[in-house]
Each structure stands twice: as structure tokens, then as C-alpha cells.
């Protein structure tokens, strides 16, 4: 019976290289409180700013800094569903022109919505699969197959 023990050992009890999530990428400096509140103000602004007609602008705003890290999920849904009300309000033959529009970063970041959205699709969510798979075609078409890769393996979830 003793030769059987060694399987009741827990070997993740002795092991010293846990990888925790916070150390694969630095903290967002501003504190989760800090996050929350730039949220809510970039969404407000986002929400001016898509009934002045510019949507360039709302996506330039609300994709600048965006909420990652732990413990500011109500930024990220802040954020996210500005994001969704951004897309649906668009004409697809905009699209192009948007993009271009954006950094490198946004860009990734957009595609990084773009995929949280398609994930929400069906639990009650403000997103359209139609608007979404629309701009990632011609978010794929501006910025390259090499926008989906840095998403892929970023670890700053949005």
C-alpha cells in the first residue's frame, strides 16, 4: 500500500515558478478606481462625439489607453459595449477610411474588441455578428494578418 502513496503528494505545493497573470505583464498605473473613471469618461465622450457624426474620432478616444489588468472588469465592459455602440453606428462603406484613420495600436486593439465581441455573440450582448465579422474583414484587409497575431498573444486582455 505504501508503494501507492507518492500519488496523494501534491507536487504544485513545492513548486516555487508559479506564473501568476500579474507577472506576465505590468499593473495598469492608474489603479482600478482610476480605469473605471477613464472609462466612463472616454464612453461619454465617445457617445458625444458618434452623435457629432464623428466616428473616427470615438474610436481614436475610446481605443487610446485602454482598461487591462485584473480587478477593473466594469472599465471593460464600460469600454467594450462604447466600442459595439461605435461599430453598429458605422456605414460599412466608412469602414476603410476609419481604419486608416487609426495607429498600429488601435488598430490591435480594435481587433481585440472585435474578438470579445464575436465571444459575447448570443448572451444578451448589444453585438451584431454581421457589423463585427464586417469590420474584422476590413480590419484584416488595412492592417494585415499580423493584427490578429499580436492579439492572439498579448496578455493584456481587454
Request: charged share 25%.
Amino acid at each position: 500500500m505504501s508503494e501507492y502513496a507518492f500519488r496523494k503528494i501534491d507536487i504544485d505545493a513545492y513548486d516555487e515558478d508559479v506564473l501568476l497573470p500579474t507577472d506576465l505583464y505590468d499593473p495598469d498605473p492608474r489603479g482600478p478606481d482610476g480605469v473605471t473613471r477613464d472609462a466612463n469618461q472616454k464612453a461619454g465622450e465617445a457617445r458625444s462625439l458618434i452623435s457629432r457624426g464623428d466616428i473616427a474620432g470615438a474610436l481614436n478616444v475610446i481605443l487610446t489607453d485602454c482598461p487591462y489588468g485584473e480587478g477593473v472588469d466594469d472599465a471593460k465592459n464600460t469600454t467594450t459595449n462604447a466600442v459595439l455602440t461605435i461599430l453598429n453606428s458605422t456605414r460599412a462603406a466608412e469602414i476603410p477610411t476609419i481604419l486608416k484613420s487609426l495607429g498600429g495600436e488601435q488598430q490591435d486593439r480594435l481587433m481585440a474588441y472585435l474578438y470579445k465581441g464575436m465571444a459575447s455573440l448570443g448572451y444578451g450582448s448589444d453585438a451584431n455578428g454581421s457589423v463585427l465579422l464586417t469590420w474584422h474583414e476590413k480590419l484584416v484587409e488595412a492592417a494585415g494578418v499580423g493584427c490578429i497575431v499580436r492579439v492572439m498573444t498579448d496578455r493584456r486582455t481587454v
